[in-house]
């Protein structure tokens, strides 16, 4: 057969003749476009024969390869769906089995589902943090920016094993980072009630540095992190610790009430007589600073009602399972208010430099004390919920 001949071709279910040049006709039946029922006239016979009776008939065969991968690959699907379906029953009728739930994980990843593949590991992450298989799943799975997103893949050290990068933290991010609120935090003490105000900005600056160093960080977070999720990064920290001190208010001040009475003081105002007594002083100092850690670890790490959140039986029980982590968090962050409290206390009575002073320790401190309640929440968190 010669490469310049035309051959008439009918299409399978078609009445319309076209002609084409052997080699095209090969390459039709290669793609598929013409089918083994296709009719051609061979003038050398002088009739018309299907496509699957001739020479082409090689070509024929191999054209229906792709839609038999897609079969296979549909047979597949199905299978894969069927045994999702089967985890996914499985995982809800016994919630302690986390294999089930691995195995839903990994079969949506197959199926291209990332979110809910996400969604299964985190589960298992939450419910038994750095789980082995979780993580390696996790990892085989997603890229590092996605793994940026777990939470409890990797447990980070404890903050006493990294006390050097303790120190260095609030400057990770250039000495403007910690200049900036400085200046802000000295500026407020100048003005009537802006102490209260400072005092605010502080607590939610920690708590914003806590909440991105528990995914192990060791440095503070951008200052436009916050605006990203405003309710949740400010909305809600500020209303769950607005609640947080009215709770030590009312403990303090009901039991300084209740010593006066027994006492008999009568010409003496409730804050004079809390501010004159050193006893009353050290005691709110020791629940500050066993109270204020978990009620922050709580917020961070526990998305419930803030009747929940902030419930004092919760918080003693979540002080518990955290054991011997918390205790350690409460020496050091003690530690560093006592040496922040006696660098302030040396320059309190010194005009404009003692608001200096106070204000840049504020600014270093918080983002350290920081650093040590993300640790904590990334250790234990999990105790939480």
């Known amino acids: 057969m010669t490469t310049g001949t035309l051959y008439f071709v009918l299409r399978e279910g078609s009445t319309?003749?076209?002609q084409w040049s052997w080699e095209e006709i090969e390459n039709l039946c290669r793609s598929g476009e013409l089918t083994r029922r296709a009719r051609i006239f061979l003038p050398e016979e002088n009739r018309w024969a299907e496509l699957g009776e001739t020479r082409l008939a090689a070509s024929v065969t191999a054209a229906p390869e792709a839609p038999a991968e897609d079969d296979a690959a549909s047979e597949a699907n199905k299978k894969l769906e069927t045994e999702y379906q089967a985890a996914l029953e499985q995982a809800e009728a016994s919630p302690d089995d986390l294999e089930a739930r691995l195995d839903a994980g990994v079969i949506a990843a197959q199926l291209g589902r990332r979110e809910d593949a996400k969604n299964h590991?985190?589960?298992?992450?939450?419910?038994?943090?750095?789980?082995?298989r979780a993580a390696q799943e996790a990892k085989?799975?997603?890229s590092k920016a996605e793994l940026r997103t777990f939470r409890y893949l990797d447990r980070p050290g404890p903050i006493w094993e990294d006390l050097g990068d303790l120190a260095a933290m609030p400057l990770a991010r250039g000495p403007l980072y910690v200049i900036v609120p400085a200046a802000i935090i000295a500026?407020?003490?100048f003005v009537r009630f802006g102490g209260v105000?400072?005092?605010?900005?502080?607590?939610?600056?920690?708590?914003q540095v806590m909440e991105y160093t528990a995914r192990g960080a060791n440095k503070p977070p951008e200052w436009d992190r916050s605006f990203h999720d405003p309710w949740r990064k400010l909305g809600r920290p500020a209303f769950l610790m607005s609640i947080v001190a009215l709770q030590l208010g009312v403990i303090v001040f009901a039991a300084a009430k209740g010593v006066m009475l027994i006492e008999g003081v009568k010409d003496?105002?409730?804050?004079?007589?809390?501010a004159a007594s050193p006893i009353f002083v050290v005691a709110a100092s020791i629940v500050l600073a066993l109270y204020l850690p978990a009620a922050f670890v709580s917020i961070g790490g526990f998305s419930g009602p803030a009747t929940k959140t902030l419930d004092p039986r919760r918080l003693v029980?979540?002080?518990?399972r955290m054991e011997y982590e918390y205790i350690y968090t409460v020496v050091i962050v003690a530690a560093?208010?006592?040496?922040a409290a006696i660098v302030c206390a040396i320059t309190a009575g010194v005009p404009i430099a003692g608001n200096l002073v106070l204000g840049a320790v504020l600014a270093y401190t918080t983002p350290a004390v920081g650093l040590v309640l993300g640790r904590l929440l990334g250790r234990v968190g999990h105790v939480i919920s």
């Open 16 to 18: 319309r003749e076209e």
């Open 121 to 132: 590991f985190q589960h298992v992450l939450h419910k038994y943090p750095y789980h082995a």
């Open 140 to 142: 085989r799975r997603f």
């Open 187 to 189: 500026g407020l003490s």
């Open 197 to 207: 105000v400072g005092a605010a900005l502080v607590f939610l600056w920690m708590f």
């Open 268 to 274: 003496q105002s409730l804050w004079g007589y809390i």
């Open 317 to 320: 029980k979540t002080i518990i």
């Open 336 to 339: 560093i208010g006592i040496v």
